[in-house]
């Protein structure tokens, strides 16, 4: 019998990463759940097991983006499996909310981007190991919204904006620029890497957005979970080795914004990244 696949998600407790480990989980792979709250994701494992009969279908591990500490624990409960690691789905993500990570940095930054570098870092060494391993960055077109790019000396500062927008759009410019820059590194290797945008999707991303602000966001027409994972699904299963480091939108590829395509700014952000982070 074949081994599983094994995959790794964060934030499958709801919306696109609950509807990615279904999907997944239907295509036989074995699924590791990371997430704050094992009350909270344990409904989605329940369903998993009902769905699958397979009892072992997917393992809740703990994780706080916003805790380094947290991100090395998790990272090393993985490892102690001594499994290899196939699928990378660095899915979830906060907007909106304000302040600063525990380890000092601008909250949405930190969660989207930090925690989600570090975890990848510690788990390349799985990843590599396994044959034809992914990396799939859930990114947005919000980074078209980041007009001054990653600027450094703001990001170890609380969130400044009334909205926290603009923060999480430097955010999701960070996931683009790490992916493009990801490709370089692991150029020759067999691991390939695609960020994407999800659409914007009807989920509890949007759940420390001010109260005035989400009409704005429901009128602009929100898509389900189910149609915002059909693009985190393509990358992970269906993109070509060829695209790796590209954008992805529709499930296709697509150009992001010139600021995202700097790749200065990646090499900067990826060595102030591997400081910050201890690597």
Sequence with gaps: MLESKVTLITGANTGIGRVTAIRLAQQGHRLFLAGRSIERTQPVIDELVAMTGRSDVATFLPLQLDDMASVRACAAAFLDTGKPLHLLINNAG?????????????????????????????????????????????????????????????????????????????????????????????????????????????????????????????????????????TTLHCALAARVEETGLYFDRCRVKTPSSRALDDHAAQALWDYSKTWSGI
């Design 94 to 230: 906060l907007a909106g909310a304000k302040g600063l990570t525990k380890d000092g940095f601008e909250l949405a930054f930190g969660v989207n981007h930090m925690g989600h570098f570090l975890l990848t870092h510690l788990l390349l060494p799985r990843l590599k190991e396994a044959d034809a391993s992914r990396v799939v960055n859930v990114a947005s077109r919000a980074h078209w919204l980041a007009k001054d790019g990653v600027v450094m000396d703001r990001l170890r500062q609380p969130t400044s904006s009334m909205t926290g927008v603009p923060e999480y759009a430097v955010s999701k410019l960070a996931n683009v620029l790490f992916t493009r820059q990801l490709a370089r590194e692991l150029k020759g290797s067999t691991v390939s890497c695609f960020a994407l945008h999800p659409g914007v999707v009807d989920t509890e991303v949007w759940r420390e957005v001010p109260r005035w602000l989400r009409p704005l966001l429901k009128l602009r027409g929100m898509l389900t979970p189910e149609q915002g994972a059909q």
